[in-house]
């Protein structure tokens, strides 16, 4: 018995707990398998009667996303001579040619533009707020960070007809700095909050050896605390373009041509009959993978980050 | 690397500036550190605010610029809170609301307690389960439509492949029983891992000298977790009740394109009535009247809730 310890579960314990969890797993993710999958088949398959699981795979899907096309009678298909390229060749079997790039790869682009712009933004403004509000007597601190606070439980929807009207007003309106700035002041207290607890965690005795040793304020902000917070600000950042990344109210009512991101435009894909699921399926994968990736680099610090640095490991 | 573009950066800045930067008092720094912020957050959200409430009061309309401004005061107060229809949106949000959360602190906290085992592969797993709150809701909404369809859905198609019922017999959108639960079990699906994530701190924080103590007085598990294990775990779970709160009062895009508020008015959260007010109708002063109403309701509910918040962290 000298081996054992409460606070470690028994084996028994263990392996009811994995196989309940797994099983969650497994249920949770067929939604998500599925798009992934749809993004694979093409539209024939993927509204097969029962829901194919084994299907031949192919890449038309993503041949639609990023083209536009047009459907041309046989005799016309066969007067303009074999398909010149691998993607024309996969359109060309459903009777259509492709006409053109589609608005995806553009609006792809907004989104990368926007949301790393953002959560850029975020964390510079986040940070130094943070740290002033940490290190030194701010007049009204208590009231400025309940203000800051306070931002957050605004309903998008509820501010959005005077930001509609001012944005209208100062050419805003449909511009990357226009919703970079609208991002930025709806994350801004989320981030503050955040690395506020980050920085109130790192020992004030670094930075005044550091003054001590003649380094100025500046210099032993961005020597000694910035490096230490590395991690807090990397948290920070996750949630930041979460949000960012995969906002549609303010991006469906503020944008519409050049500004537009992906989520408003990833439902209006329309194929031959309705939707084009493949096609739709195929721009949810391609949007997923930026912040799946950025998230599975930084998931060690996504606990803390979700409990406002509540929780140290 | 960085550090060495900081020090060019540094070299490069004129010598009249570096000294003008060096001799800032600390109390010139504070403030140049959080002014941007507080502009910000002024411009961008308080002075819409203002600008909403003053709406409220007049009768003015986007579409119609020309038309001389009127203040009829509280005149479209008093027509939203004898709307029949609003008061029906209402009820969809509070069936909404209650019970995404209930499932969400259920299934979460369950999670959270299991994964906390610490089995082989727990990381792994736990990864996989956060993957859906990584979706943008309106791709979600959409692509779930597909997921409900009659016949060809893999939704209706797993629910008759375990109870038996025609994959065609239902519609999980196009019904008006089914639709309400409908948008519960997608908002759930993409939002029950946050509230486990949540759920997983607060039980990591528990010290486990704590259970050992409890092991020696021959607590039996089942006390041990309602009196340790429940109460320290409390006050986070009522964090992400607050989380989730506050994002579903907001609901917006997952259900605009789930149901798009159909079938007829049945899925209508209050977001997406305000949303056709102002930006299909254009009576801009009524929806900004209807907005501060919803502010004050979410702003009144939240500040109670965190008031009990506070008491329960003090026990």
Redesign the interface.
């Known amino acids: 018995m000298s081996s054992y310890s409460?606070?470690?579960?028994s084996g028994a314990?263990?392996?009811v707990?994995?196989a309940?969890?797994?099983l969650?797993?497994c249920i949770?993710?067929?939604?998500?398998l599925?798009?992934i999958a749809?993004g694979f088949k093409s539209p024939s398959d993927a509204?097969?009667?029962?829901?194919k699981v084994i299907f031949e795979p192919t890449v038309e899907g993503y041949v639609n996303l990023f083209t536009t096309r047009t459907r041309m009678p046989q005799e016309q298909l066969d007067a303009l001579g074999p398909p010149q390229t691998w993607y024309d060749k996969i359109v060309r079997k459903d009777g259509v040619i492709i006409t053109g790039a589609s608005r995806f790869a553009g609006r792809f682009y907004n989104s990368v533009i926007i949301g790393f712009g953002s959560t850029a933004l975020c964390i510079v403004?986040?940070t130094?707020?943070a740290?002033?509000?940490s290190r030194?007597?701010?007049p009204f601190k208590d009231d400025?960070l309940f203000?800051?606070l306070?931002?957050?439980?605004?309903?998008?929807?509820?501010?959005?007809?005077?930001?509609?009207?001012?944005f209208r007003q100062l050419g805003l309106s449909d511009t990357h700095a226009g919703l970079i700035?609208?991002y930025?002041?709806v994350n801004?207290?989320l981030s503050?909050w955040l690395l506020k607890g980050f920085i109130d965690e790192i020992p004030v005795e670094y930075e005044e050896a550091a003054l001590i040793d003649g380094y100025?304020?500046?210099q032993a902000f961005?020597k000694v605390v910035l490096p230490q917070a590395a991690t807090g600000i990397a948290s920070t950042a996750i949630f930041c373009l979460?949000f960012a990344?995969?906002e549609?109210?303010f991006a469906?009512?503020l944008t519409s041509g050049t500004a537009q991101t992906?989520?408003?435009f990833?439902?209006t894909i329309i194929g031959v009959s309705g939707?084009d699921?493949p096609a739709?399926?195929a721009?949810?994968t391609i949007?997923?993978v930026p912040?799946?990736v950025f998230?599975?680099l930084l998931?060690k610090h996504?606990?803390?980050g979700?409990?406002f640095g509540?929780?140290r490991? | 690397m960085l550090q060495s573009q900081?020090d060019r950066i540094a070299r490069a800045t004129p010598p009249a500036l570096a000294a003008r930067?060096?001799g800032?008092s600390?109390?010139a720094?504070?403030?140049?550190?959080?002014a941007?912020?507080?502009l910000?957050?002024l411009?961008?959200?308080?002075?819409?605010?203002i600008?909403?409430i003053r709406?409220s009061f007049t009768n003015y309309r986007?579409n119609r610029p020309n038309q001389a401004l009127e203040f009829i005061g509280l005149q479209n107060y008093t027509r939203i809170l004898t709307d029949s229809d609003i008061w029906l949106s209402m009820q969809a949000t509070a069936h909404f609301l209650i019970w995404t959360i209930a499932l969400q602190v259920l299934?979460g906290f369950s999670?959270a307690y299991?994964?906390n085992?610490?089995?082989?592969?727990?990381n792994l797993?736990t990864?996989?389960?956060?993957?859906?709150?990584?979706?943008?809701?309106?791709?979600v909404?959409?692509?779930?439509t597909?997921?409900y369809q009659p016949?060809?859905?893999?939704f209706n198609?797993?629910v008759s492949f375990v109870s038996g019922i025609s994959p065609s017999s239902f519609s999980m959108i196009g019904s008006t029983t089914l639709a309400p639960w409908a948008i519960v079990i997608v908002d759930t699906?993409m939002w029950?891992p946050?509230v486990m994530?949540?759920c997983?701190?607060?039980l990591?924080?528990i010290p486990?000298s704590i259970?050992?103590a409890?092991?020696c007085d021959r607590a039996s598990n089942w006390r041990q977790f309602w009196t340790i294990t429940f109460p320290m775990v409390l006050p986070?779970l009522m964090?992400a009740v607050l989380f989730r709160g506050?994002e579903n009062?907001?609901m917006?895009?997952l259900v605009v394109?789930l149901t798009g508020g159909g079938p007829g008015s049945i899925t209508e959260l209050t977001?997406i009535n305000?949303?056709r007010a102002?930006?299909e109708q254009w009576r801009?002063g009524y929806?900004?009247a209807y907005?501060?109403i919803?502010?004050v309701t979410?702003?009144g509910l939240?500040s109670i809730y965190v008031k009990a918040l506070n008491k329960v962290k003090q026990r």
Do not use: H
């Open positions: 409460v606070a470690e579960p314990q263990k392996l707990a994995g309940l969890v797994i969650y797993a949770t993710s067929l939604p998500l599925w798009i749809t509204i097969a009667y029962p829901p403004l986040g130094a707020a740290y002033a509000f030194f007597k701010v400025l203000f800051i306070s931002t957050r439980m605004m309903p998008p929807i509820a501010v959005a007809i005077p930001i509609f009207l001012m700035l609208l930025t002041a801004l207290s503050v100025t304020r500046f961005y979460i990344w995969n549609y109210a469906v009512l992906a989520p408003p990833i439902p939707q699921w739709v399926a721009g949810a949007f997923l912040v799946m998230t599975i998931r996504l606990l803390r979700i409990t509540a929780v490991k | 900081i930067v060096r800032l600390d109390r720094i504070a403030w140049l550190f959080v941007p912020s507080i910000l957050l411009a961008i959200n308080i002075f819409p605010l600008w909403t709406l986007v299934i999670l299991l994964i085992k610490k089995f082989r592969g727990n797993w990864t996989i389960i956060v993957l859906p709150m990584m979706l943008s809701p309106a791709v909404g959409n692509f779930w597909f997921l016949q060809i859905g893999l198609y797993a699906w029950t946050f994530l949540i997983l701190a607060g990591r924080s486990t259970y050992e409890a092991e986070f964090l506050i009062f907001k917006f895009d394109q977001s305000l949303k102002a930006f801009t929806a900004s907005a501060v919803l502010f979410v702003f939240a």
